[in-house]
């Protein structure tokens, strides 16, 4: 229940992170090239907003398995092996975040405590940079499953996008549309 709630939020937290970038972003090139005039804050905004669709988006990714894998080694070996080599790599990178997350947690107490705000926003920078450590927790959360799920057999590894496979189904689909025609 509690991870069902996470993934609508992370979903409903993208989405509106991608529109309002969108919007922000065409609007903002409307007024210059339209109107020969602009926001003067949009650039900034749009440059946060983007780093926090690609934080939340990473722990998405991983989730729904988008990410694109370089396996073709990892897939020679038998389904145990698989499951070391992956459990090795979800530690790694959990020690990865681990090292994010302090570092960040030290950066953005620094600057909660300076009180600095960003150049254009009346934001605070430490608010603004808070999805460095929020999109490193995610992801955190996102390696623990997984390595769970690795230790327990019910996955060899990360779930990766298979273009390859994607291509072939689209190619064949592609022929059987041009025989019926």
């Known amino acids: 229940m509690f991870m069902r709630i996470i993934n609508r939020?992370?979903?409903a937290v993208?989405?509106?992170?991608?529109v309002a970038i969108t919007i922000l972003v065409f609007a903002d090139v409307v007024l210059r090239f339209g109107f020969n005039m602009g926001l003067?804050?949009?650039?900034?905004?749009?440059?946060?907003m983007s780093a926090w669709f690609v934080l939340f988006g990473t722990s998405y990714g991983l989730k729904v398995g988008s990410h694109i894998g370089m396996d073709a080694?990892?897939?020679?070996?038998?389904f145990n092996t698989r499951r070391l080599l992956s459990g090795i790599a979800a530690v790694l990178a959990l020690?990865?975040?681990?090292?994010?997350l302090y570092g960040s947690w030290i950066y953005l107490a620094k600057m909660k405590k300076i009180g600095i705000t960003m150049e254009d926003l009346p934001i605070p920078v430490w608010?603004?940079?808070?999805?460095?450590?929020?999109?490193?927790?995610f992801l955190?959360?996102?390696?623990?499953?997984?390595?769970?799920?690795?230790?327990?057999?019910?996955?060899?590894?990360?779930k990766h996008?298979?273009?390859?496979?994607?291509?072939?189904?689209?190619?064949?689909?592609?022929l059987k549309e041009e025989e019926r025609s």
């Open 73 to 78: 080694f990892v897939k020679l070996f038998s």
């Open 127 to 137: 608010l603004a940079n808070g999805m460095l450590f929020l999109g490193f927790v």
């Open 140 to 158: 955190t959360v996102r390696l623990l499953i997984l390595l769970f799920a690795i230790i327990t057999g019910k996955a060899d590894g990360f």
């Open 161 to 174: 996008a298979d273009e390859a496979k994607e291509s072939l189904a689209l190619a064949k689909e592609i």
């Open 40 to 48: 003067m804050w949009s650039q900034e905004l749009t440059l946060h």
């Open 14 to 18: 993208i989405c509106i992170l991608l």
């Open 9 to 11: 939020i992370e979903e």
């Open 95 to 100: 020690i990865y975040c681990y090292l994010v």
